[in-house]
């Protein structure tokens, strides 16, 4: 089946008429340019490819397909010599190989996307990645970063031909995954699919924010950039980018600029296989624009339709981009298998050949290429420098606004900010939830701080999240800092990660404790990506009463507990809630969740603000050194409290521990004068037991699911009542 290697004019139109009339009687065959034998532009023809798409319907292609298809392969190559595309293709699969693992086909198709973005629209600075005003870039589809590393040490960012040859190294700047902490010109990290195009939703709502906040009319906007992402498959299969696409469309998020690869490849072979919707049908329906280009390697095509996505101010735009997986490699470009494998050296040395480039080099960037990309760097930094200008006009003109800016961009909080966190008396404030004394906390605290931006997962009733110093954010109304999220707990958190990945603003989300279920994936990037994310998490327990086992969270404390660089807050009363705001706002490189009470409880003698940054204090001290210590969390303190009277003449200390992981960071000494050698210690928490026994000798906690009914029968149900508790502390007490 080897293709003729000479043709006459007069055989190529019978063989054409061949073709239309096998057409007419045989199974319609989609030649799309996965299913093709392609021939060297010089030496013998190579093998037939596996024709694994083609073989489950029993159809082969013709010697005229064949012919056709090797026609286009060979324009296709013949067209690339001489560009700088080779050089980016066969630099991300050199990395890959140099490694041994990771993805080439998304990078090799993916080339002439980034090839434009770079050169032709985004604005960025390498010699300074972190100029507020650049375009952002969101590699979503994350295997594919050895594209992204390409092109940061093309155009000059700090990123060597020695750093993308330790590709997927320890403690290398080219790790296998995109990670914002470790690549200068690094967003965010990707990798979970549909995670970074939702944190670019983020980016694109902090951008409209701070563009309606700062811009002036009559002046040139300060505040002017656009978000580009480049996605999969995978990433539009996965429903978190559901969620968050859905949200953008309807806030008309029209600087947000999705390059769709539209490779119809994915891990277990087509996406056929799984994936056949109307992806621009989807979109539209959304509320984007949705443009389309049948040939991924045209990017003078291509460009022009960026250049019209930039133009559509009041849509997000989508454009879907058909690609070849393994573009540029012959005999295993369209395959599944050159998704997450290195080519292997043959299969190399053979793109490195059909593209012009020496088979038997690697990192291979010739001086012209080199001197074609350095441009941008130039250009870059000259444009942020003409920012910069700009911004001290602007701060000339406009003297609050400048410097209000300013401080933002660097990152601080207002200088008097802690000075208008509440403080509350014992027998003087009523009781109250802790979800409501949150309510008092955050918009005393977001009065004082106006980069705090945020909202709820349709909860805000229960939450009680609304700002009183601000409407919502809208379409129409992007100067609001309340973001309506709707039900969509994943993108939620996902969108929060992306407005703290842009900076200039604080975002904070809410929902129910339990329901924080949904949106793991992206809290546990929060901790991973040293985003400061405040998730006011409330319903916190069985307290929560009739909703019942499905809302009420018995292993959640656990789960954020086990979570590195994450900083879980269950306050007592409303002395510890504005303490536990305190520190969430100075962990500016950690997420936090305040997990918070439906039930009310009464300020508790003994608490402060204060006390939280130590993590654990002794709350209320026995009258001698303790015989036993009892330590809570949230609403059971107040079965602490009572249980310590009811134990009476017995000398009991009480502890409170509004945050585990801010406790095990203080010195040893302050460990052990908060829990002394020796002593017996009973925990109470309405949530998992496990976890505890780093503290506690016996644990009053939950070990199975709870039940539904009215919280004066749900807690005794479960044991958290005066007298067990106390019964508890007293075989603790005996047994020691």
């Known amino acids: 089946h080897r ?11 019978t063989l054409a008429q061949q073709q239309q009339t096998m057409a007419a009687k045989k199974q319609k065959v989609d030649l799309d340019t996965k299913c093709v034998n392609v021939v060297r532009i010089r030496g013998p023809p190579l093998h037939p490819r596996a024709r694994a798409n083609v073989a489950n319907a029993g159809v082969l292609l013709s010697s005229a397909a064949r012919l056709n298809h090797s026609l286009r392969a060979r324009r296709r190559g013949a067209a690339e010599r001489g560009g700088p595309l080779p050089q980016v293709r066969c630099l991300s699969a050199d990395q890959v190989q140099a490694a041994k693992s990771g993805h080439p086909g998304a990078p090799m198709g993916c080339a002439p996307m980034a090839h434009v973005l770079w050169t032709k629209y985004m604005n960025y ?8 005003n650049r375009d952002r870039f969101v590699l979503s589809n994350g295997h594919a970063c050895a594209l992204q590393y390409s092109m940061l040490h093309l155009t000059g960012y700090d990123l060597s031909l020695d750093d993308l040859k330790l590709f997927r190294q320890c403690d290398s700047k080219t790790p296998g995954h995109p990670e914002n902490f470790c690549t200068a010109g690094v967003e965010v990290s990707t990798g979970p699919l549909g995670q970074g195009l939702t944190n670019a939703v983020g980016m694109a709502i902090a951008e409209r924010n701070l563009a309606a906040t700062f811009n002036k009319e009559g002046q040139a906007p300060i505040i002017d950039h656009c978000t580009y992402v480049i996605c999969g498959d995978g990433c539009l299969q996965e429903g978190v980018t559901s969620e968050a696409s859905s949200l953008a469309g309807h806030l008309g998020l029209g600087k947000l600029i999705v390059l769709y690869d539209d490779n119809k490849i994915q891990i277990d ?3 056929d296989l799984a994936f056949t919707e109307d992806v621009k049908m989807r979109y539209e329906s959304y509320g984007w624009q949705v443009l389309e280009l049948a040939d991924g390697t045209d990017v003078d095509a291509m460009a022009a339709l960026v250049g019209e ?5 009041d849509k997000p735009t989508m454009i879907k981009i058909c690609t070849v997986i393994g573009e540029g490699c012959p005999s295993k470009r369209g395959s599944h298998k050159v998704h997450g494998a290195p080519l292997g050296p043959d299969a190399l040395a053979e793109t490195k050949s059909f593209l012009g480039l020496d088979p038997e080099a690697s990192f291979q960037v010739p001086a012209d290429v080199a001197e074609a990309y350095g441009g941008c760097k130039a250009a870059g930094n000259a444009k942020a420098a003409a920012w910069n200008e700009a911004l001290a006009a602007y701060t000339a003109a406009n003297p609050a606004e400048g410097a209000e800016l300013a401080r933002r961009i660097a990152g601080e909080l207002p200088a008097d900010w802690e000075s208008k966190l509440p403080s509350y008396t014992a027998g003087t404030d009523p009781n109250k939830a802790t979800r409501q004394w949150s309510q008092l906390v955050l918009n005393d605290v977001a009065s004082a ?10 909860l805000t009733p229960s939450n009680l999240t609304a700002l009183n110093c601000s409407g919502d954010f809208q379409k129409d109304t992007p100067q609001g800092r309340y973001i309506r999220f709707g039900v969509r707990e994943h993108a939620m958190a996902g969108i929060c990660n992306g407005i703290a990945a842009h900076g200039g603003l604080v975002p904070y989300c809410a929902t129910f404790l339990n329901f924080i279920g949904y949106a793991l ?8 990506s040293q985003f400061q994310v405040i998730y006011i998490m409330t319903h916190d327990s069985i307290g929560l009463g009739e909703d019942g086992p499905t809302h009420q969270p018995v292993e959640m404390l656990e789960a954020l507990r086990s979570m590195p660089n994450m900083y879980t807050f269950r306050p007592c009363d409303g002395n510890e809630v504005a303490g536990s705001y ?8 950690s997420p936090s969740v305040l997990a918070l009470s439906r039930q009310g409880m009464p300020v508790n003698t003994g608490t402060s603000a204060a006390a939280v ?32 009277a009811a134990l009476a003449p017995m000398k009991v200390a009480l502890v409170s521990m509004p945050c585990q992981e801010l406790f095990l960071e203080q010195p040893l000494d302050y460990q052990l004068s908060v829990f002394p050698e020796g002593v017996p210690v009973l925990s109470v928490e309405a949530s998992g037991a496990m976890g505890w026994e780093r503290f506690s000798h016996l644990a009053v906690g939950m070990t199975r699911y709870g039940a539904s009914g009215p919280i004066k029968s749900v807690y005794p149900k479960f044991g958290f009542t005066v007298e067990n508790v106390a019964a508890q502390a007293k075989g603790l007490l005996a047994f020691y």
């Open 269 to 271: 072979g087509s996406t």
């Open 125 to 132: 600075a390498p010699s300074d990645p972190k100029w507020f």
């Open 613 to 644: 940054e130590k993590g654990a204090y002794v709350m209320d001290p026995s009258d001698g050194a303790p015989e036993l210590i009892i330590a809570a969390t949230g609403s059971e303190m107040q079965l602490a409290v009572e249980a310590k």
């Open 582 to 589: 305190r520190m969430a706002l100075k962990l500016t490189n």
């Open 3 to 13: 293709t003729p290697a000479r043709l006459t004019k007069q055989s190529l139109r």
């Open 521 to 528: 994936g992206s809290v546990r990037l929060s901790a991973l």
């Open 449 to 458: 701080i106006p980069e705090i931006i945020g909202g709820s997962a349709d």
């Open 309 to 313: 996505a930039k133009a559509c101010a």
